[in-house]
């Protein structure tokens, strides 16, 4: 099994600013790598998948990079609605697995 | 409007059996991969199974494999999650999520249904 790992644990970001999540998978992915944010009692919202494409709907703000085993999620202007938690996901081989999870704050 | 909407969660002693239900709506449901997936805030997300179109194929993850077991109606549009031999680290929200068409990833997913094991 692919074993993702995410840092930092908690985020805190003034709004406007800018939020750098990291994700690294125990061996390669290619480009299969989706971000997914998950606020409380809401269903989670696909942000990103094939490591750097928005999904619909989704504001030009996210964005993905990265490839092989290092992938990162910015959020490039913060806003408040963005307090969530973060989770990165590969689904390269089965099971598709999931990294812990960065939780992102708005200061 | 795509929406997906999980039932039957509820509270279960462990060593029993509940059974969930994903009703789709506003898609072509025998189209699309599904997926039933699960959080809890210490464990985070866990995907559990998923379906293939027809309902020909299915994976599991190892936690579940032997105890929960995937299905879905295609005429109802509904997919469904047996649970048996419950257990307290089962405890959990629920979700049900479809496929992007020829990708592996998930959009969207309902809500939840809370599934509660506790003596």
């Known amino acids: 099994e692919i074993v993702m790992t995410q840092s930092p644990a908690t985020l805190s970001v003034s709004p406007g600013e800018r939020a750098t999540l990291s994700c690294w998978a125990s061996q390669s992915v290619s480009s299969k790598l989706a971000w997914y944010q998950l606020k409380p009692g809401q269903a989670p919202r696909l942000l990103i998948y094939g490591t750097s494409t928005r999904a619909t709907g989704i504001p030009a703000r996210f964005s993905g990079s990265g490839s092989g085993t290092e992938f990162t999620l910015t959020i490039s202007s913060l806003q408040s609605e963005d307090s969530a938690v973060y989770y990165c996901q590969q689904y390269k081989e089965w099971p598709r697995t999931f990294g812990p999870g960065t939780r992102v704050e708005v200061k | 409007e795509v929406q997906l909407v999980e039932s039957g969660g509820g509270l279960v002693q462990p060593g029993g059996s509940l059974r969930l239900s994903c009703a789709a709506s506003?898609?072509?449901?025998?189209?699309?991969?599904m997926n039933w997936a699960r959080h809890t805030p210490g464990k985070g997300l866990e995907w559990l199974a998923n379906?293939?179109?027809?309902?020909?194929?299915?994976y599991y993850v190892d936690s579940v494999k032997g105890r929960f077991t995937i299905f879905r109606d295609n005429a109802k549009n509904s997919l469904y999650l047996q649970m048996n031999s419950l257990r307290v680290e089962d405890t959990a929200v629920y979700y049900c999520?479809?496929?992007?068409?020829?990708?592996?990833?998930?959009?969207?997913w309902g809500q939840g249904t809370l599934v509660t094991v506790t003596s």
């Open positions: 506003g898609f072509t449901f025998s189209n699309y991969w």
């Open positions: 999520a479809r496929d992007l068409p020829g990708i592996s990833a998930s959009a969207p």
């Open positions: 379906i293939k179109q027809d309902g020909s194929q299915s």
